[in-house]
């Protein structure tokens, strides 16, 4: 089992930036590659941005492309979102995922127009 933790969200105006982190514990030796998505109100569930273990390999949605990084921290256990020039459009509740397998509970990014 692995547990994630969602940080880092909160309210911000059209055009500003958050970070988002996830901290994950549990059977974090396995090397699962790592994900956010997010699911907006009487939408569903969307990918974001993803990370592979070994190489860092990135994967972006392109809603997101250019203006989000995904990244990670194999020593921390922890993967994180910046997310830059931020639109109304990117509201939501913001998704850690490891392996396809394991969720957090979920962090609000609210963007104020």
């Known amino acids: 089992q692995v547990q994630l933790v969602e940080s880092g969200g909160g309210l911000v105006q059209a055009g500003g930036s958050l970070r988002l982190s996830c901290a994950a514990s549990?059977?974090?030796?396995?090397?699962?590659?790592m994900g956010w998505f997010r699911q907006a109100p009487g939408k569903e569930r969307e990918f974001v941005a993803a990370?592979?273990?070994?190489?860092?390999?990135?994967y972006y949605a392109d809603s997101v492309k250019g203006r989000f990084t995904i990244s990670r921290d194999n020593a921390k256990n922890a993967v994180y979102l910046q997310m830059n020039t931020l639109k109304f459009e990117d509201t939501a509740v913001y998704y850690c995922?490891?392996?396809?397998?394991?969720w957090g509970q979920g962090t609000q990014v609210t963007v104020s127009s």
């Open positions: 995922n490891a392996g396809q397998l394991y």
């Open positions: 549990g059977r974090t030796s396995s090397r699962y590659a």
């Open positions: 990370i592979s273990w070994s190489f860092g390999n990135t």
